[in-house]
C-alpha cells in the first residue's frame, strides 16, 4: 500500500517564526489534504490539493504529485498554531494518513 | 449548513461487550469513511460506504463492521471489545467519486476497560 512520511515529527518555534512541512507519499494519488488537529481531537481542513499551490491567509501549500510530494508553509506562527499537523493521500477509495507533525508556537 | 455529526462523544465499554457508533454526513455528501486513531497516531482507515455498500476496506479484522442507510448516515459496529480498541473513532464524509474532498466529525472517543 501507500507510504507517506511527514517530516519533521515535531517542531518548536518562536511566535513569529515561519515554517514548511513536508509529506512525502509513495506512489500517484487522487487527493492530498493537509488538516489540523485541534487538541479536542477535531480535524479542521486546510486544504485540498491533489496538485498546485494555494493560500489561506498565513498558510499556504504546494503539491508536486509527480515527484510525490507535498509542502505546507506557515508564516507569521501565532501560539494558536500549535497541534498536530497530518497529511493524508487517497487513492481507489481509501486514504493513509501520515504520522503527523507535532507543533508547539511559544508566546 | 450542518456539517458531520457522531454521537456519542464518550463510551466506556467493558472487554467483551459490543458497541455502536453513529455519523450523520455533511449535507449534500453520500460516502462515509470511519477511522481509528489510538493516542498519539494518524488516524488509520477502517472502511468507507457508498451505496449502502462497504466499497472499500482497511486492515480491520472483521469484528469491525458497518452499515450505511438510504439517508447515507452510517453505524461502524466492534464486537468482542479489546483493551486495543481504546481509541478516538473519527468519520469522514464526501461525494461518490474518487479523490473528492473529506470532511471530519467532532470524534467518538472509546474506553474499553
Known amino acids: 500500500g501507500i507510504q507517506v512520511e511527514q517530516s519533521p515529527p515535531d517542531l518548536i518555534l518562536q511566535e513569529g517564526a515561519n515554517s514548511t512541512l513536508r509529506c512525502n507519499f509513495s506512489?500517484?494519488?487522487?487527493?492530498l489534504q493537509w488538516f489540523h488537529q485541534n487538541p479536542w481531537g477535531q480535524l479542521i481542513n486546510l486544504f485540498y490539493?491533489?496538485?498546485g499551490t494555494k493560500q489561506n491567509g498565513r498558510l499556504s501549500a504546494t503539491t508536486v504529485a509527480t515527484e510525490r510530494y507535498s509542502l505546507l508553509y506557515i508564516s507569521s506562527s501565532q501560539t494558536t498554531d500549535s497541534g498536530v499537523y497530518f497529511c493524508a493521500v487517497e487513492r481507489s477509495f481509501k486514504t493513509i494518513f501520515g504520522a503527523g507533525t507535532r507543533l508547539f508556537v511559544k508566546a | 449548513d450542518a456539517g458531520v455529526t457522531q454521537s456519542p462523544t464518550h463510551l466506556i465499554k467493558t472487554r467483551g461487550q459490543q458497541v455502536t457508533l453513529r455519523c450523520s454526513p455533511k449535507s449534500g455528501h453520500d460516502t462515509v469513511s470511519w477511522y481509528q486513531q489510538a493516542l498519539g497516531q494518524g488516524p488509520q482507515f477502517i472502511f468507507q460506504y457508498y451505496e449502502e455498500e462497504e466499497r472499500q476496506r482497511g486492515n480491520f479484522p472483521d469484528r469491525f463492521s458497518g452499515h450505511q442507510f438510504p439517508n447515507y448516515s452510517s453505524e461502524l459496529n466492534v464486537n468482542a471489545l479489546l483493551l486495543g480498541d481504546s481509541a478516538l473513532y473519527l468519520c469522514?464524509?464526501?461525494?461518490?467519486?474518487?479523490?473528492?474532498?473529506?470532511?471530519f466529525g467532532q470524534g467518538t472517543r472509546l474506553t474499553v476497560v
Open positions: 506512489d500517484s494519488v487522487n487527493n
Open positions: 469522514a464524509s464526501s461525494t461518490g467519486g474518487a479523490g473528492t474532498e473529506a470532511f
Open positions: 490539493i491533489p496538485s
